[in-house]
């Protein structure tokens, strides 16, 4: 299993400019989320999904859109994207239960200028 | 959402137990507690969890107190490399599923000394 992969690792924006990050899990996990978290500072929920078409949203979505077409991909779309929106990214998935263990992947690292 | 309390850092010596407090007071009686870690520049990653028995695994233990709305992350030996921001989150369980919206605190900045 390859876990959780993000695509791509770093990128530079500039303002104005539209992106999507890319995630991919292979684990058949039913949940999944992107967090954002900014230097020095904690994890903020973005938007999350509990299953293919399902999505809502976190604790901070403004300025993001995503979609749950498929168990296996989240991507997250930065629409005109902000300086406010510099950030490292982090794409998560789970099983269903809450015993299950939460996977990461490594992170996209998100600079707008 | 079910809240979780840490202290923002804590520091330790090389080779001592380290001692990481949690409290979830709002705990429910199914809710899973987890544990996290984030090492520099990576994402987190799984450390421990359990209910309400103590667990041990290879990285750690987990205390959990009697009425469930504290817990303890122990580090036996801490060593350089165990520098990181630990997580304690509670995972919500819902009748055979879980809750699906999942936040972090802020956590609690490991600090280890040569």
């Known amino acids: 299993n390859a876990g959780v992969t993000q695509t791509p690792k770093f990128r530079i924006l500039k303002i104005g400019q539209s992106m999507t990050l890319q995630c991919t899990q292979d684990?058949?996990?039913?949940?999944m989320y992107w967090y954002r978290q900014d230097p020095g500072m904690g994890l903020k929920l973005i938007y999350y999904?509990?299953?293919?078409?399902?999505?809502d949203k976190g604790e901070v979505p403004n300025g993001y859109n995503v979609s749950r077409s498929t168990t296996e991909d989240f991507p997250l779309r930065l629409e005109l994207a902000a300086p406010s929106q510099t950030s490292v990214y982090f794409c998560?998935?789970?099983?269903?239960?809450?015993?299950?263990?939460?996977?990461f992947g490594e992170g996209s690292w998100l600079t707008v200028v | 959402d079910a809240k979780t309390t840490q202290p923002n850092s804590m520091e330790s010596n090389e080779e001592e137990p380290v001692h990481l407090p949690c409290n979830h007071s709002?705990?429910?009686?199914?809710?899973?507690i987890h544990w996290y870690r984030q090492l520099p520049s990576q994402g987190p990653e799984y450390v421990i969890h359990g209910l309400t028995s103590n667990v041990n695994n290879r990285m750690a233990s987990l205390a959990i107190a009697e009425d469930r709305k504290s817990s303890t992350l122990i580090l036996h030996r801490a060593t350089l490399r165990d520098a990181a921001v630990y997580y304690c989150i509670l995972i919500i369980n819902a009748g055979g599923t879980s809750y699906g919206k999942l936040t972090f605190g802020q956590g609690t900045i490991l600090t280890v000394h040569p």
């Open positions: 999904s509990v299953g293919a078409g399902i999505t």
């Open positions: 709002t705990i429910s009686g199914t809710d899973y």
């Open positions: 998560a998935s789970r099983l269903g239960t809450a015993s299950n263990t939460i996977y």
């Open positions: 684990m058949n996990h039913n949940y």
